[in-house]
């Protein structure tokens, strides 16, 4: 009864993305750790994984979520079996592309690949493009981190129209957001500024304050770089404002520091200190 309630109550995801953040209300707290003591006390019992996939799935990206990647690594290892013994192929795929996140996050490169290869193959053959897209995002941010930038931008350029295809507002944002970070990294101030301010548009429409106040950060820090001082000041006052009207506590000392990096190309020292221990 408890696992059916967080199956169909629970709003925690399935698939884990990245550059896009979940962050767990009371409610699913308290339900995951019930969940996860009767998952375990069921396979003791029994000897084997409970007969869901999404339930392994979603108590994988809690455990993420709460520092623990090894168990979380363990919960989606008997997602990718109960779905393999269903043959559930679309659980299967998102099992692969979330084991994918981990073992990049623990910095083996060749077993995330090998995941996120074998997920994508599953997707294509599957025409599964909501994980597809999910998946190419995944690489793409691969490639940019380990230095393979063309490569990423294949992926995310891949996924940027596959989103485009099928409609997803979001993933769209994401990729131009990803995108404006590889051109970034690339040097190419213009194209990631025109990447930034297209996921800033769709972000504003979705009224989304969190990526607005993200984006109005990260497209003035490009302005900064351009010498354009009071255009990049503008928006990290816009940054500042949305983020402490919402309480949004690592972006408001992203904005303070990028400020203070305004008032140090103006010479305003005093100024710029004031921001920095606000920081």
């Known amino acids: 009864k408890i696992s059916e309630d967080y199956l169909t109550k629970s709003n925690i995801p399935e698939g884990i993305i990245e550059g896009k953040e979940f962050t767990l209300n009371e409610h699913e707290e308290v339900i995951s750790e019930h969940v996860a003591k009767t998952v375990n006390h069921f396979e003791k019992e029994f000897k084997e994984p409970v007969d869901n996939a999404v339930l392994y799935l979603k108590l994988g990206y809690y455990k993420q979520l709460h520092g623990e990647p090894e168990t979380a690594i363990s919960y989606f290892k008997k997602a990718k079996e109960v779905a393999e013994k269903k043959d559930d192929k679309e659980h299967l795929a998102i099992s692969y592309l979330n084991l994918g996140k981990l073992y990049k996050d623990k910095g ?18 599957n025409d599964f493009k909501e994980i597809l897209v999910d998946i190419l995002n995944n690489l793409g941010v691969l490639h940019r981190e380990i ?9 995310l350029e891949r996924a940027l129209e ?50 607005i106040g993200v984006l ?21 006052d816009e940054a500042l404002k949305i983020n402490e009207e919402n309480n949004y506590p690592g972006e408001i ?14 010479g305003k020292l005093d100024e710029a200190i004031k921001y920095f221990k606000k920081a």
């Open 108 to 125: 083996e490169k060749d077993e995330t690949l090998r995941y996120y290869k074998t997920g994508m193959e599953i997707s294509e053959e």
């Open 162 to 211: 596959l989103n485009k295809e099928i409609g997803y507002q979001d993933g769209i944002s994401l990729n131009y957001n990803n995108l404006g970070q590889c051109y970034q990294t690339f040097g190419n101030i213009d194209e990631a500024l025109e990447h930034y301010q297209k996921a800033l548009g769709i972000a504003e429409a979705q009224d989304n304050l969190r990526d």
């Open 216 to 236: 109005n950060n990260k497209i003035g820090v490009l302005f900064l770089n351009k010498g354009m001082i009071e255009k990049a000041k503008r928006y990290f």
């Open 253 to 266: 000392a992203n904005s303070y520091n990028n400020l203070g990096q305004v008032y140090i190309v103006q």
């Open 147 to 155: 230095g393979d930038v063309p490569e990423a931008i294949g992926y």
